[in-house]
Structure formats: C-alpha cells, structure tokens
C-alpha cells in the first residue's frame, strides 16, 4: 500500500491520520505535486488530486472520506465513529465545510488570481470559514483519550490548515477550545507524523 499526497492538503492529512488511527504504517507515503501532472498520480487518479492511495493488489481509492469508509469497513476497530453517531457527522460536516472553503480560498490565490480571497465568492468563502468555526468553538467534538473521532480529525485538521495558511488574517476569531482539543491529540504519532508545512 501507498499513499500520494503533499505536505499542506488537509484532505490527504485526514486520510493519513485515519491510517495510522487504524495502525498502517504511514512510512509508504510518496509527496507528489497534484499541480504539476505528476506521472504516479495521474497513472491512479486522472483527477490529479491528493489522497489517492495505492492498495496493495494495486487498486486506486480516491477522497479522503470515502477512504475513511474503506477504512472503517476493512478494520471496524478502532472505530473512528465512536460515540453519538449524529453528533460525530454533524461535527465532521461542519469542519469539512470549514475545509473545503479555506482550500477554495487558498486554490483560487494560488493558481487564479492573487487577490482572489477579496472576490466575491473569496469573502463567501471567508464568511463559511468563520461562521463554520464558531459553532465547532462552542461545542468542539469530545475527546478524553483513545482513538480519535472522526469529528475530532476533521476538526483538528481544520484548525491546523488555519494556522498553516490564515495564520495573519486579521478576520481570524479566537479559537480557545479547539486549540485545547489539538493540543490534546498532538503527541499522537497520527497528528505528529502529519502535521502540514510549506515545503
């Protein structure tokens, strides 16, 4: 098995994390570029996108939470949805939404325009990430050990990809709790071994 993916992609993190949660080594991991037209990840994912992983009889599973469905169908245990199942979705939803409109900001900057963030689809988009947090501040996903929901993936991997990437932004709100929450689960080899950076 083998994992494509970069060093900043929240999407791949949560596959990652999800992995080694699960008791893979995360060691097979090979840092591609998905805007370069790498030959490996096209060769699996015509869509260029990370995480794709590679099984071992050389089947390609694309998006980080249908791989997290693979996942908990291939180990149930350690379940990654421990807990009140409503509330572990409804938290992963609102992180995900946290996410996907934070890579929608830092894709546009990227590859479009470099003021794209100051559109109107950047400020809608910056409007999800704030108000998407508040609610995850005022509850965050419960954690007192173990192996991590994936409500508290989601949500510390959002946080993370903040700091990685809106870290100065003057719009950014204080976030006390889910601070607490990933300061909880950092020593994990999971978190540690995949925590983001700009190469």
Do not use: C, H
Not at 121 to 149: H, K, N, Q
């Amino acid at each position: 098995m083998r994992i494509l993916t970069n060093t900043t992609s929240p999407y791949a993190r949560i596959a990652r994390i999800a992995l080694g949660e699960k008791g893979f080594d995360l060691s097979p991991t090979q840092i591609v570029n998905p805007w370069a037209d790498d030959a490996d990840l096209l060769a699996l994912n015509p869509s260029a996108r990370v995480p794709t992983l590679e099984t071992d009889n050389g089947t390609p599973l694309t998006e980080s939470l249908l791989i997290l469905l693979w996942l908990e169908k291939k180990i149930p245990d350690p379940s990654l949805l421990e807990g009140p199942l409503d509330q572990i979705i409804s938290q992963a939803g609102r992180a995900m939404g946290v996410i996907d409109a934070m890579a929608n900001i830092v894709t546009g900057t990227m590859q479009m325009d470099p003021n794209w963030g100051e559109s109107r689809v950047g400020l809608r988009r910056r409007r999800t990430i704030i108000t998407g947090f508040r609610p995850l501040e005022a509850d965050p996903p419960a954690y007192e050990g173990g192996t991590p929901s994936v409500a508290v993936i989601t949500a510390v991997v959002a946080v993370d990809y903040l700091r990685l990437r809106f870290a100065e932004a003057p719009w950014v709100e204080p976030l006390p709790k889910l601070n607490a929450l990933r300061a909880k689960v950092a020593g994990r080899t999971a978190f540690a071994q995949t925590e983001p950076y700009i190469a």
